[in-house]
């Protein structure tokens, strides 16, 4: 907003005349306007008076003699007045005797109506002939001359207020100036004094009047601060001095000052940062730690330690860490020994279901306790891993005994064997002799048995491995379990619709599902019912499906009973061969270490959740297999009588005894036999091309030369010739490349005359 | 106090005509008229006879008996008089002659004589403005008009005023 308001005095001056000059005149040219108005108005209905006066004079005569033709004649005379609106005459008994009305206007028939004042002045006039009134005449006017003419006025005020207020201007500004001259000059000293601190200038007496005594008062003034500046001067310079050394010495004392500071706060910096650093660092430790009193109560503890305890950082600081962290009485939970000791403790405990490595280290100043650090590291997950490997770790020892075992044993198994069926053979004729040789062969039967389940156990057996749907193989052989199991329990298949595929051989995923129903039955001896459920998903992080099955597609097979359960320690042994619960001569303890070598052997991953009375659960993975391939059909079991007559076979055998068996077979089948128990030596009979061979027998398991190398050797300059291979197990020097490679050439022992009569007749007429 | 009665009688008349619903006789009309016609002329100071205008006509005109209803009436300051004349009496007496009809010689005599006298004259006979006389009544559309003869005027000393020239027909005498 802008401040009209004039800031130098001689403007105020100038301003208050100008406007009392003007309100003056305004007032002035307002009365005068209204007294103009009043002028004009009376002076304009004198005329009209006049005039109407005349007109009606002149129309008496008319009116006397009845003559409204002259009488309108005359009334129109008045068009030359252009603000009369109209004019009626009346006779003398009020009768409207004549009338004009100007063009476009009202009409007013009567002068007993009175029109609005302010817009019109109606005059009403008798009209008189010897004094006597003969009629009236009412003239109506309108006020447009009146305006006309006040507008003149109104021009003429506001001119003379505007020319006035010129001149008025004129003589106020040359009177103020001549005024405020000495003023002035005054202010200008003045100026001078406080601007330039001069005070040797003097205000020039201009006048004599008020302004000349202000002058001379205002140059006395000047020459006694004079003076005083003068010994001021003196004073102030005497201070400067004495300032100037002080403020040397305070900026001296001020630098000292201010590094000092700058190094505590550097201080600050640090030791707020360690802190910081130190918190975060504590709380970033993922043990629990726990800083405790010389009596054990905890000071402070990190992060950890509050999610470990599931107590707030209140709800522990200030209590016994026996308490807190172990729920234990004071001083019964390791303390006391480290209290005496003064020496690193550390303990290993189970609490509320997990497992902790706990350390307890003193604080020590100056050779006395002062307190603790308390750690306790979760180690629940490695203890269990630890668990696991060292229960494979004693599988897989247990698993390599029984399979060496096992594969000695198939040795003496099959030359009885084929020395049994040679003499049932033989001795056909001799019934005693019959009944014996059956009963031998029944218990080298059991043997044999015996035998293959530790090969299954030791995951050495010969596996027939195909894809198939576990679902389908479930819902095909519910009938026979149920039929194997008795009437008294109940098997429910709660089967995953979706087809749940593996790569195994079926026919031992049969006797191992047999196998589970049948533990499953014998734990239910008042009945129950038997669950098996199938369930195909990714393998879970962190789920224990062993190193085979991380991150892979598994089916995850349950078979659940309610039968009476296993305690802790019946379950950590339930899977070693010979290890049974049932009493003596029921059980052989290879069922379900075979169930697990099985497991193991196809990349799977066994598990037994158990407790007493309630039931158990045994729970299988298996990696899930992606294409259902072509499934296997069983060759034919038929044993033929086949003629060897025309065959000449190559065995090679380290083991003399199984070595003469063989050969004692073939050669009542009419083979031709040239035997070695070397490959290197087989080789060179070979090549040096002698004899004409139709087959070739080999054991896998040699010295210096393995049956596998030998075979491979032989193909090289021999693509045709038939290959048997002899194996008591699947060795490590198998691999799984070699087992699909090699499948349909292997004979696993023990094997009787008829199985490898089979086998001859198998690869002879396909001829590999 | 005479105009006032005077005009009493008038409107008592008009009064009596529109109550009765009778329209007033051409007399009545007439002798209002000559009533009027002194209301707007100056005769020469003479001519007012002891501050009366005195009326005269000749004793056998139909008028005679309306015109005497006038007797009173005041004109300005003057009071209005009647009297009867016979052709032979002298104009002196009178301020204001009624002539009838007669023959021009007659006419022509008497005019002579009144100019003489400065009577003023009014007449109700067609043609007799031209004559001399200085005002003349006529019928015209049933109405009563009237003519003023200004030389007649001039010659009779009488002054007339523009108002009522304004309305009148103005006519000049015709010379035979």
Redesign the interface.
Known sequence: MINLYPKRLSSKINFAVLLAILISFMATGISVYFVAKKVVRNRIISDLRVQSRIIGSNCSAAILFDDKKTAKDILYSLRAIGEIESAVLYDKNGREFAYYIKKGSIYRPHYSEMLDADNYIVLVENIEVDNEAVGKIVVTTNMNRIKTQMNIVLFGVIAGIFISLLIAFAVVFVFTKRIFRPVRNIIETMRKVSEEKDYSVRAEVLSEDEFGNIARGFNDMLIQIQTRERELNKYREHLEDEVRKRTQELETLNLRLEKELSEVKRMEGIISKSAAEWRTTFDSINDAVFLLDENGDVIRCNKTASEITGLSFSDIVGKNICSVAHDKMKDDCGISEVMQNRIRVAREIHLRDKVFQVFYDPILSQEKLVGFVHIMSDITEKYNLDENIRQVQKMEAVGRLAGGVAHDFNNLLSIMTLYTGSLIKRLKDDQRAQNELNEIKKVIERATSLSRQLLAFSRKQILNPEVFDVNESLRSSHKMLSRLIGENIKIELNLQEQSALIFADKSQFDNVIMNMVINSRDAMPDGGTITISTEVRKAEKDELVGPDLKDKDILILKISDNGQGMSEEIQKKIFEPFFTTKPKGKGTGLGLAMVYGFVRQCNGFIDVKSKLSEGTTFVLYFPVAGVKAGLRTNKSGLIRQIDGSKMHILLVEDDDDVRRSIIKMLEDNNFRITDTSRAQNALSLLLSRKERYDLIISDIVMPEMNGIEFFKKVREFDSEIPFILITGYSDDFLPQEDMSKYRDNIIQKPFNESQLLEKIREIASIGR | MG?LLA?TVLAFILYSFSLFSLPPTEYQVKTA?IY?FL??VDLEKDSYKNNNIVICSFNNNALNKEIQKLKGA???QYVIDFQEIQDDDNLEKCSVLIIDKRDDHSLRKILERAYQQKVFTISDIDGYGEKGVVINMFLKDDKVK?EINTEASAKSGVKI?S??L??AKIIKSINK
């Open positions: 105009r005009a008229l009027n209301r707007f005041n004109v300005s009237f005023s108002r009522l304004s309305i």
